[in-house]
Nanobody, 122 residues
Framework: QVQLVESGGGLVQPGESLKISCVAS????????MGWYRQAPGNERELVAA???????HYGEFVKGRFTISRDNAKNTVYLQMARLKPDDTAVYYC????????????????WGQGTQVTVSS
């Protein structure tokens, strides 16, 4: 049973930085692509950033160089370093995993974490 568990959310002031993490556990597998989505009240879930197993990353347009996604393949962990945070960044941030390699086979599965709240407020 694959589980994605986020950590590191919290309350920060505008302009500050925050790093959130997500660990995938539940077996001896590798996830092809990992990423972060966010959802604010009344809004649809949107892509923040995603990264493949080779380290190729892409970002939502609103990021504008403020966030950096990275991953540690050996630990099945993905990170999101957020800088120059704005009140508009307030949302629940969800970890996402797509594509599973297990026992030499590929499964086109999609996984979600429970989310971690990020609040940017003075």
């Amino acid at each position: 049973q694959v589980q994605l568990v986020e950590s590191g959310g919290g309350l920060v002031q505008p302009g500050e930085s925050l790093k959130i993490s997500c660990v995938a556990s539940g077996g001896n597998f590798k996830i092809s692509a990992m990423g972060w989505y966010r959802q604010a009240p009344g809004n649809e879930r949107e892509l923040v950033a995603a990264i493949d197993s080779g380290g190729n990353a892409h970002y939502g347009e609103f990021v504008k160089g403020r966030f950096t996604i990275s991953r540690d393949n050996a630990k099945n962990t993905v990170y999101l370093q957020m800088a120059r945070l704005k009140p508009d960044d307030t949302a629940v941030y969800y970890c996402n995993g797509e594509g599973l390699y297990d026992t030499g086979r590929y499964f086109p599965s999609i996984y979600w974490g429970q989310g971690t709240q990020v609040t940017v407020s003075s």
